[in-house]
């Protein structure tokens, strides 16, 4: 399974923008999809995941301004950023994890925040 991210822009701080995961397949089962992110000099973090069953997790810096959620239809995973700040700027990875079966990462989007 290939996962491709989309979405990525430049926005100003107070801005919004939408990421979308799309899989390759709708073949698989994820148990875990996620969203992370690397920004220059930096190592990669957790932004948000969710769970196959819904359940959702965020980084503290994220909570309140960033919703992940998921089309089950289509198995693609969305990442709303809203009140985007430029600490927000970053490469945005999308991740599939299948327990051990699996584990996916995409190319990356990049997200730039202007101040």
């Known amino acids: 399974v290939q996962l491709v991210e989309s979405g990525g822009d430049l926005v100003q701080t107070g801005g919004s923008l939408r990421l979308s995961c799309v899989p390759s397949t709708n073949r698989f089962v994820f148990v875990r999809m996620g969203w992370f992110r690397q920004a220059p000099g930096k190592q990669r973090e957790l932004v948000a995941t969710?769970?196959?069953?819904?359940?959702?997790n965020y980084a503290d810096s994220v909570k309140g301004r960033f919703t992940i959620s998921r089309d089950s239809a289509k198995d693609t995973v969305y990442l709303q950023m809203n009140n985007l700040k430029p600490e927000d700027t970053a490469v945005y990875y999308c991740?599939?994890?299948?327990?051990?079966?699996?584990?996916?990462w995409g190319q990356g989007t990049q997200v730039t925040v202007s101040s």
């Open positions: 969710i769970m196959r069953g819904g359940d959702t």
């Open positions: 991740n599939a994890w299948g327990g051990g079966a699996f584990d996916v």
